[in-house]
């Protein structure tokens, strides 16, 4: 039960970390300002562990993968928990597992794009935040918008997305595991 209950808070704290890790990265790569209570927020809830990293790793092509990195390493300090309590797992295993955290996280994370976006559609189009997250979710839906035409007044695409990125879960799941 305490190992229950200890798992529970590091992959909580570890996720939310990583997932703010993963937002900045993704909201520099495509090029999207966040407004400034969240970049705020973003930033200074990271920059402890990207500044570091960027005098080893500076951004290349127009990447921050100091963020990446930073990620990763979350992901994978989130894994020791279960390879010293775990018979099962061993050291070998904590790079495996910290990628599927992170293709995790990031398969989540758009997920939880998409719905927003789906519902800041339906419930206010014009918030503060709705073009935002627009902007963070068009990358993904774009090329399927150009094939799926919408449906009387409906756009599809969300829903296509969001079935894609369930199967791409799935794949990743069986693949890190088929590893192990």
Do not use: C
Not at 84 to 93: F, I
Request: glycine share 6%; hydrophobic share 60%; aromatic share 12%.
């Amino acid at each position: 039960m305490l190992y229950s209950i200890f798992s529970l808070i590091v992959t909580t704290v570890a996720s939310f970390l990583g997932g703010v890790l993963l937002l900045r990265f993704w909201m520099q790569a495509i090029r999207v300002r966040p407004p400034m209570s969240l970049a705020q927020f973003t930033y200074q809830l990271t920059d402890w562990m990207v500044h570091p990293l960027r005098k080893i790793l500076p951004g290349v092509g127009g990447y921050d993968w100091a963020s990446l990195v930073g990620a990763l390493l979350i992901a994978m300090l989130s894994t020791v928990p279960e390879i010293w309590l775990l018979p099962q797992w061993s050291a070998q295993h904590m790079l495996p597992l910290a990628l599927l955290r992170l293709v995790q996280w990031m398969l989540y994370g758009l997920m939880g794009l998409i719905f927003i976006g789906v519902i800041f559609s339906w419930v206010n189009p014009y918030a503060p935040l709705a073009p935002f997250i627009r902007a963070l979710s068009e990358p993904i839906q774009r090329p399927l918008r150009r094939i799926i035409p919408p449906v009387g007044a409906i756009d599809l695409t969300p829903l296509v997305v969001l079935l894609l990125l369930q199967i791409a879960l799935y794949v990743a799941t069986a693949l890190i595991v088929s590893l192990i």
